[in-house]
């Protein structure tokens, strides 16, 4: 799946910098490559995956945790340090505009900020859909107008299943043990999903929703079958937008 990621993400460099720093604020500092957030210093340090993986050029993707108060943490880092939202992904990662040049100290000052809670990375290959202009035409290109009410809890239910599907084809989730460092998969089966509640998204196009689930979900790590897993309970976010077609689908 595209948009499906580690949870630990190695972070990759983007040194060059311009003749001139770019301003920050009270909070953050640019010094000749180096990032000064909070009083910490954030140097530019290569990295072997550069090579590897292409970057996004003065973008970070901010990726909070699925946990009560992560996604409001990091947007607020966003506004305190001067940053720019520009979009995110189904998964609710944020794509955020900082100076050229400063991508990884940016990545790496969100990640030990509260590692907890946010990691981030500048691999393009993870970069989240940006979000539409509030101004956009409430119709489809069909010509279908976008309905005013809120995704159905049929859709909200059958878009979640479709989620989880697209993790089982992109045959499970990477992620990596953050106090060994040891690499992993996990794997997942959707037993049942019902929707809880659905919101408009702010500044955003009409038709794009974020509706929360209440999921029966087993898990497993590695080699093995999810399906033969105790269900437990778990509350998640789904993204949802009216496309073109006439249909709710993922954002």
């Not at 001139?20 to 954030?42: E, F, H, K, S, T």
């Amino acid at each position: 799946m595209r948009r499906v990621a580690s949870l630990a993400l190695g972070l990759a460099l983007l040194a060059g910098c311009g003749d001139a720093d770019p301003p920050g604020n009270d909070v953050v500092d640019y010094d000749g490559g180096v990032l000064r957030v909070d009083g910490q210093d954030y140097r530019p340090e290569p990295d072997p995956e550069d090579k590897i993986y292409p970057i996004l050029p003065g973008r970070v993707v901010v990726q909070p945790r699925r946990v009560p108060g992560a996604e409001a943490m990091a947007l607020a880092w966003v506004e305190r340090y001067g940053l720019t939202l520009e979009g995110r992904s189904a998964e609710g990662w944020l794509l955020v505009k900082v100076p050229e040049g400063y991508e990884r100290q940016w990545a790496s000052a969100f990640s030990m900020a509260n590692p907890a809670n946010v990691s981030a990375t500048i691999d393009l290959k993870f970069s989240p859909t940006a979000a539409l202009p509030s101004d956009a035409p409430a119709t489809s290109s069909t010509g279908a107008p976008v309905p005013d009410a809120e995704p159905s809890a049929a859709d909200v239910r059958r878009l979640a299943f479709e989620t989880y599907q697209r993790l089982e084809d992109a045959g499970g989730l990477p992620v990596t043990l953050t106090a060994t460092d040891t690499p992993g998969l996990i794997r997942a089966k959707l037993f049942d999903a019902r929707k809880e509640s659905c919101r408009r998204l702010p500044q955003t196009a009409p038709g794009h929703w974020e509706c929360t689930a209440d999921l029966q979900l087993a898990l497993c790590n590695g080699d093995c079958d999810p399906s033969r897993e105790r269900p437990l309970p778990k509350s998640e976010r789904i993204f949802i937008r009216w496309d073109a077609a006439g249909r709710w689908v993922l954002d």
